[in-house]
């Protein structure tokens, strides 16, 4: 977000991920379908949150269990930092 703020302002004005993510994709700082992606992601783990929470579990995954979307994301960090 920062990164791209001074040349495209849109992209700090959401506070929140989802909206922050359609920010950047807008402003071509990321690839549309790169930002669906990551927004996929991110709904599927604070839905596995939740899940854990109402199910009064600690809020911790197995290693296993977001290996593909977390190499998405480790792959993208690369790429846009």
Not at 24 to 49: F, H, M, P, T, V
């Amino acid at each position: 977000m920062l990164s791209n703020a001074t040349r495209a302002p849109a992209v700090y004005f959401y506070t929140d991920n989802i909206r922050q993510l359609d920010a950047l994709a807008d402003s071509e700082c990321i690839a549309a379908d790169a930002a669906a992606r990551l927004q996929d992601i991110y709904k599927g783990y604070r839905l596995r949150l939740h899940h854990l929470a109402l199910d009064e579990r600690p809020a911790l995954a197995g290693q296993d269990e977001f290996a593909e979307d977390r190499q998405f994301v480790e792959d993208m960090w690369a790429q846009v930092l």
